[in-house]
């Protein structure tokens, strides 16, 4: 962040309360313990290498004019770009982190898009798995309640840069509520996947996973992404972190979040039909 000298008057009395020294609580590097720098550059570094990883194996794997394929793609690489903040001390670093956030933001919306991608199959027509009433309402709540969230994450995405960039606190009043904004339809999509092959297919999950192992690892990945999930809004309500957004917690849900899409690059049913 820039000195409070090199700022403009108008906005350094903005950050001065009036007791005149700066606000700093979106500096996170003002932290003197060793560890969280630690922890935040192992934590970062491990977005980076495993979503550069997955982005690798995306690319390998998918097919021309796949639109589900691209999705996934630009998902993992807008996500991995705020894996990099913490490497950032020049002048403006602020912006730069928030800027990272709000393609992050956006990949999170993303996500949930590529979720019901997946499984739109099996709500629509001539094959679907559900009766007409039942596929018509899961797509109009699905599709409605997601586009709803599409202004809140705006709103957080600007909260995001007035934080981190000492001119409001809001964000870190409005961040324990974020995972109501863009987990549940993910969330939705998996559960609607294993109850089509528990119904529909006819299947034992447990005997799924002895002989589609990939199965396992995306029910495993699901578990572990919300235990992680927990975790980080414990740390946003609790003396766990000491800067919003800066745990390891909501790093490594976002990895494994981003596993359930890349273990599986096409829509459910047609890595059913291919069993």
Not at 117 to 136: G, L, Q, Y
Request: positive net charge; contains cysteine; aromatic residues 14%.
């Amino acid at each position: 962040m820039a000195p409070i000298s090199s700022v403009p008057q108008e906005v350094t009395e903005l950050l001065l309360p009036r007791d005149g020294e700066p606000k700093t609580f979106g500096n996170w590097r003002d932290q003197t313990d060793p560890q969280v720098f630690i922890v935040e550059g192992w934590s970062e570094g491990l977005i980076v290498g495993a979503l550069l990883i997955m982005a690798i194996i995306t690319v390998a794997n998918m097919r021309k004019g796949v639109l589900l394929h691209k999705l996934i793609l630009l998902e993992l690489l807008l996500a991995t770009s705020h894996g990099t903040f913490c490497f950032m001390s020049f002048d403006g670093y602020g912006w730069y982190l928030s800027t990272t956030a709000a393609m992050l933001y956006t990949s999170y919306f993303l996500h949930n898009v590529i979720a019901w991608m997946k499984i739109r199959p099996f709500f629509t027509a001539p094959h679907a798995s559900f009766s007409p009433n039942v596929s018509r309402t899961v797509r109009w709540t699905y599709l409605v309640s997601l586009s709803i969230t599409a202004p809140i994450v705006v709103f957080q995405i600007a909260n995001n840069f007035r934080f981190f960039n000492n001119i409001s606190t809001l964000y870190s009043l409005v961040r324990p509520y974020e995972t109501l904004m863009r987990d549940p339809w993910w969330v939705f999509s998996c559960m609607t996947l294993f109850h089509v092959i528990r119904k529909c297919y006819s299947m034992n999950i447990f005997l799924l996973v002895q002989k589609t192992p990939r199965f396992g690892i995306l029910l495993a990945s699901i578990i572990i992404s919300l235990i992680f999930t927990l975790m980080d809004i414990i740390s946003s309500t609790t003396s766990l972190s000491s800067t919003d957004g800066i745990n390891p917690y909501w790093k490594l849900s976002l990895v494994f979040k981003c596993l359930t899409d890349n273990i599986m690059l096409d829509d459910f049913k047609s890595v059913l039909q291919r069993l």
